[in-house]
């Protein structure tokens, strides 16, 4: 019985030992990534110095992003060369930013236009070198279903998206090598999840990419790449009325059988359907984009991806690595169907 009796006791003991090792073994565990989180914060709030000796090229900046990222880099005191596609977008910015601020005129479609530029950045820079390119200015239009496109459609948006930014980097690139500068890539989470038809998903798929073998080739030399994922934002390129008179152009133009494989009213749908999902997605507060790009631009450690937007941190690229039926199903969800499957 006594025998009995010290065994249990024994057991006992090795149970407890077993709980507490455990429980002490979770508690490290749990330190140790409340450690590593707050080392990451700490890391992430780091910022570099001597912003105004830091010049920064934005490319972009009528309006949206670029238009705020530019007069909020001028608060800040970066040198900022902002390039806009018209006057009236380079003396509005004027405007309301300190003369430190230079605008040019840059069309991202056109060799010319980028070399002026480039001279214009060269002087301006001096020695020191492009501290930072932004790589901002975009389109959307032509955007729709597939099937009522022509390849000009796609190509009108992968010059200015993809071939422009590929240009504009690749002549930038001796002046951001001497700075041991950073490159900022607008890309979308429509570069992680290709919701419509056109050329806009292609090339931010395309900016990805091509963000990411930048990177890589260029780490060696100091120059670092990031890129930026907005989720929807109240800006041109969502610019409803600018997409529906595009939309309406391009179904205008389809012959008679195409038109009726979708069904009369299905312009009148699908226009609705878009106008109700932007409505509820769409957010007017672009600064969190804006403030991506800064990080970008003036920490220490900038991130290679930063998502803009709950939209795209909670739901667009966590559903971009779900299985393809998963987000074949969400996305069909958005859009009408065609009066053949009603
Ligand atoms: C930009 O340049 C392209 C190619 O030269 C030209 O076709 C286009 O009209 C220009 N766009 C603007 C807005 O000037």
Request: glycine share 8%; proline share 4%; aromatic share 10%.
């Amino acid at each position: 019985m006594a025998k009995q009796g010290l065994v249990s006791t024994d057991n006992l003991m090795t149970h407890l030992l077993e709980v507490i090792l455990s429980h002490l073994a979770l508690t490290c565990a749990l330190l140790l990534a409340a450690l590593a989180a707050i080392r990451w914060y700490i890391r992430d709030s780091y910022k570099v110095d001597g912003f105004n000796q830091k010049h920064v090229f934005i490319t972009g900046c009528d309006s949206g992003f670029g238009n705020l990222l530019a007069r909020q880099l001028d608060g800040k005191g970066f040198p900022v060369m902002a390039a806009c596609l018209t006057e009236k977008g380079a003396s509005d910015l004027e405007a309301v930013t300190s003369p430190r601020l230079k605008t040019l005129l840059l069309n991202v479609t056109d060799s010319a236009s980028i070399r002026r530029a480039v001279e214009f950045v060269s002087k301006e820079v001096g020695e020191r070198g492009l501290w930072g390119l932004v790589n901002n200015a975009g389109r959307s239009v032509p955007i729709g279903p597939t099937e009522w496109m022509q390849l000009e459609d796609f190509t009108k948006v992968l010059d200015v998206n993809l071939m422009g930014v590929i240009e504009v980097t690749l002549k930038f690139l001796p002046l951001l090598k001497k700075a041991k500068g950073r490159v900022v890539n607008v890309a979308s989470i429509l570069g992680r999840l290709s919701l419509t038809g056109g050329g806009y998903c292609l090339s931010k798929w395309g900016v990805e990419a091509f963000s990411d073998s930048l990177r890589r080739d260029m780490q060696h030399f100091g120059i670092k790449v990031s890129i930026i994922e907005p989720g929807f934002f109240k800006t041109a390129v969502t610019r409803l009325d600018l997409i529906e008179a595009d939309l309406r152009r391009l179904w205008t133009r389809l012959p008679r059988d195409v038109k009726d494989s979708y069904g009369d009213t299905y312009l009148a749908d699908y226009v609705k359907a878009q106008g109700f999902s932007m409505s509820i997605l769409c957010s007017p507060d672009i600064s969190k984009v804006t403030w991506c790009m800064e990080h970008a631009l003036a920490s220490l450690f900038p991130r290679t991806r930063y998502a803009a937007g709950w939209d795209a941190k909670l739901f667009w690229i966590p559903l971009s690595y779900l299985p393809s039926f998963v987000s074949d199903f969400v996305i069909n969800v958005l859009l009408p169907l065609p009066k053949a499957l009603k």
